[in-house]
């Protein structure tokens, strides 16, 4: 159930009512694709940096450990210890990604497991019985990812082999959410819009899948190699056909500056791996641009990553240190820096929500991106 709160311009201030609890929105899902953030973050760390919902991946958790003792443990939320939202993709991202090792027919795609070789079947009932077994909050449709530069017919031909995925998915999951031993009775499914950077064919297929009245909508296939231009302007074609009283999730996207630029064309949930990737390689995200802790002159450095930020990390230790836990190659060090970078990001979307709310976002976002351009200090 999602509620507009208020808008300034395009920008979206909502909250979404599920069963885990309320997601206020604008809102930057923290990914922990195998129930787990990669750096050596917990749950419990999760609950300080002020996370709304975490996001794991359907795929993995059905190769390694298995959907059904997921299932056999209670659920995704027992399993790994979170009560919050939870929103998981429906593997169909894994169908760009393995383009090499798979086949795609119209019952669903057969492709092999990166883990062992096995062959796995999945098309848009299985995808929604994993999800189910999962027990997350939000299932996220099968889809197929055409790659962005792929011919107009072959992402004609994919979008509307996803449309008709879509209409099964929706099926399977009514179905699932009947029966006496779901565990998620109340489990929200979000349908993907497909199109590369066609933009008629992208608008049609909003139009189309609007029509069966989900939960949400999100706009995938972006970030697969377009231009950050090409990006926005799918984004501003696509977003007034999808309908305003109902969240919209623009996947795997991105930077600081692709979600400010994307808030301000009216999306509501973001994901990205970019925080927790970045912090493994020993970067930062600071209100003056990305940092390198690796760099000399952070040798004798005192300070904080970021002076003005209030995260665990910030408030006790310094650039000195956690450039030594890097050189040093101390687990340490890349766990500080994920929980920083997630905190970052989290807050982020704290100062977004106000700012909408004061009718002062443009504002905050030249500000935000001024700040971002100072660079390495």
């Not at 000195?320 to 989290?346: C, D, P, Q, S, W």
């Amino acid at each position: 159930m999602y509620r507009l709160i208020c808008k300034d311009g395009n920008a979206k201030r909502g909250e979404v009512t599920t069963v885990h609890g309320t997601i206020q929105t604008p809102v930057f899902m923290n990914v922990g694709t195998a129930a787990a953030i990669k750096g050596a973050v917990s749950t419990m760390d999760l609950q300080e940096i002020g996370t709304q919902v975490e996001l794991s991946n359907t795929y993995h958790l059905h190769v390694r450990p298995g959907d059904k003792v997921v299932k056999q443990l209670g659920g995704l939320h027992k399993f790994m210890n979170w009560d919050k939202p939870i929103l998981t993709d429906s593997g169909g991202f894994q169908v760009f990604s393995l383009a090499g090792l798979r086949k795609i027919k119209e019952e669903g795609v057969t492709f092999q497991s990166h883990v062992d070789g096995r062959k796995i079947f999945m098309g848009p009932e299985e995808s929604m019985q994993i999800q189910s077994n999962l027990a997350s909050t939000i299932a996220m449709a099968f889809d197929e990812c055409p790659p962005s530069k792929a011919s107009r017919q072959y992402i004609e031909d994919s979008v509307a082999r996803t449309t008709r995925w879509l209409h099964r998915c929706k099926a399977e999951m009514n179905r699932l959410n009947s029966l006496e031993d779901t565990i998620n009775k109340q489990q929200m499914l979000f349908g993907i819009n497909q199109g590369g950077t066609l933009n008629d064919i992208r608008i049609e297929h909003a139009k189309q899948i609007t029509e069966l009245d989900l939960d949400g909508y999100a706009i995938g296939g972006l970030a697969v190699g377009e231009s950050h231009d090409e990006m926005y302007d799918v984004i501003e074609h696509v977003v007034p056909f999808l309908p305003v009283d109902k969240p919209t999730y623009l996947m795997g996207v991105g930077t600081p500056a692709n979600i400010l630029e994307a808030v301000e064309r009216g999306v509501d949930f973001f994901d990205c791996v970019y925080p927790a990737r970045n912090g493994r390689h020993g970067n930062a995200y600071t209100n003056h641009g990305k940092m390198t802790l690796l760099n000399a002159k952070y040798e004798l450095d005192s300070r904080p990553l970021d002076e003005t930020c209030q995260c665990p990390t910030c408030r006790n230790y310094s650039r000195a240190y956690i450039r030594h836990l890097l050189k040093a190659k101390e687990m340490l060090g890349l766990r500080l820096l994920v929980t920083h970078n997630l905190y970052f990001y989290n807050k982020m979307m704290e100062e977004i929500r106000e700012a909408i709310e004061q009718q002062r976002f443009a504002e905050y976002k030249k500000a935000k991106l001024a700040g971002f351009e100072e660079g390495d200090k």
